[in-house]
């Protein structure tokens, strides 16, 4: 493990993610209160002014329903105590959802291409494919909240060059929330990840949570916390002591309880009534880093 101390990056990154979400909530909470809108007489649904997360795409579910295809970049730097040694990722996907009613929708959420240029590993090929549901159990507009369950399943059809197509498929079973205060909304996710062949993929449990604020359409801010868990050790790859965060699941041999997490921070542009586009930048929090010292995420969310 690392025993490096934290750089000053970490702590300005920390620093910056608690000064965005105090501003935030000082901002929405600061003024005259005004009287609480009748959701009867007021066709104004909260959640229009919501975003999806940026960070953690694959895992932190947007609880709102909506139909979208979201096309996703991200570029990842490795820590250089990871085995593979000094280097970067670039992952590039699509993701689709669709409402089938307002509460129910098909989700489409891992696809793309992988391409890993590492000091001792290379090479390029295709993640596995996830897909499944969720539904919008509580959706209260007057107490401005929603709390949706769902769940995905990966199939293993990706390339093992870049640890992908691995077992036999994991579960992926989730609960998400969000919570508005005006133009202030917390949104969280919490998560596990079961593989059907636990010798070969690491059971994992996953945590998000973002705090964003609509100041205008064109600048909606966030500060976003993303953690995984490992929760047993696997043997395919033997001694390794950290995971693949949202990207990959090692299947490490040495990972029992470890526990890898990001911070960060970005914004949403909302540059037509059903088009946002989206940046945010995450650094590793918790050692060991692991894969991902630090990445870079892009997207643009086209809702149908």
């Excluded at 500060?223 to 395919?236: G, I, M």
């Excluded at 946002?276 to 590793?284: C, H, P, R, T």
């Amino acid at each position: 493990m690392d025993k490096k101390p934290h750089s000053p990056n970490r702590w300005l990154l920390a620093l910056g993610f608690s000064v965005v979400a105090a501003v935030s909530f000082s901002t929405a909470t600061a003024g005259t209160p005004v009287a609480a809108k009748n959701p009867a007489t007021d066709p104004f649904d909260w959640k229009e002014k919501t975003i999806s997360p940026v960070t953690n795409p694959i895992y932190f579910e947007d609880p709102v329903i909506r139909s979208e295809i979201r096309p996703i970049f991200i570029y990842h730097n490795f820590d250089s105590q990871f085995v593979t040694g000094r280097g970067s990722a670039r992952a590039g996907a699509i993701q689709f959802r669709y409402a089938i009613t307002d509460r129910l929708a098909f989700i489409a959420s891992q696809d793309g291409y992988l391409n890993i240029n590492g000091t001792g590993v290379k090479g390029g090929g295709w993640m596995d494919l996830a897909a499944g549901f969720k539904y919008a159990l509580i959706n209260d507009i007057e107490n401005q909240f929603i709390l949706t369950p769902g769940f995905t399943f990966q199939i293993p059809t990706g390339d093992n060059k870049i640890f992908n197509g691995r077992g036999s498929g994991q579960f992926n079973p989730f609960v998400s929330f969000a919570k508005g205060f005006g133009d202030l909304h917390i949104t969280g996710n919490i998560g596990a990840l079961i593989p059907m062949l636990r010798a070969e993929q690491n059971t994992m449990a996953h945590y998000s949570v973002m705090v964003d604020y609509y100041v205008c359409k064109w600048f909606i801010p966030f500060a976003t916390a993303n953690f995984w868990t490992t929760l047993n050790s696997a043997s395919n790859i033997p001694g390794l002591r950290s995971n693949g965060y949202d990207v990959i699941n090692f299947g490490a041999g040495n990972a029992t309880g470890v526990t890898q997490g990001m911070l960060g921070i970005g914004f949403r542009s909302r540059i037509q009534k059903n088009v946002d586009v989206g940046f945010a930048y995450e650094m590793a929090v918790v050692k060991p880093y692991g894969l991902s010292n630090n990445r870079f995420t892009m997207d643009m969310s086209i809702r149908f």
